[in-house]
């Protein structure tokens, strides 16, 4: 049987900061980082997160300062779900 395993990410959002905290394919080491909640973060979070490998994201909904990032990510060809 063959077990294929994604990277995934979840993301903390805030105002002026998103913390975002991603493992590996294969269950490994948790990466944590923290970037702007703005386009220039978004792009650098976008960019950590293809270097990862990251397939699945998972993004708390916080009063709307979500909706940006999301936009920017899904654009970008990710899977983000959004838990409220």
């Known amino acids: 049987m063959t077990q294929t ?3 995934t990410a979840g993301i903390d959002t805030a105002k002026a ?3 975002v905290a991603i493992q ?8 944590a980082f923290t970037v702007e909640n703005r386009a220039e973060g978004w792009r650098r979070l ?3 997160l293809a270097e990862a490998g990251v397939e699945r994201v998972g ?5 709307g300062y ?5 936009e920017h990510l899904r654009g970008a060809g990710g899977s983000v779900r959004i838990f409220v």
Do not use: W
């Open 59 to 63: 993004i708390e909904a916080t009063g």
């Open 66 to 70: 979500e909706r940006g990032v999301v």
């Open 46 to 48: 976008a960019a950590a």
């Open 24 to 31: 590996g394919p294969t269950g490994g080491q948790t990466t």
């Open 5 to 7: 395993s994604r990277g």
């Open 17 to 19: 900061k998103l913390d």
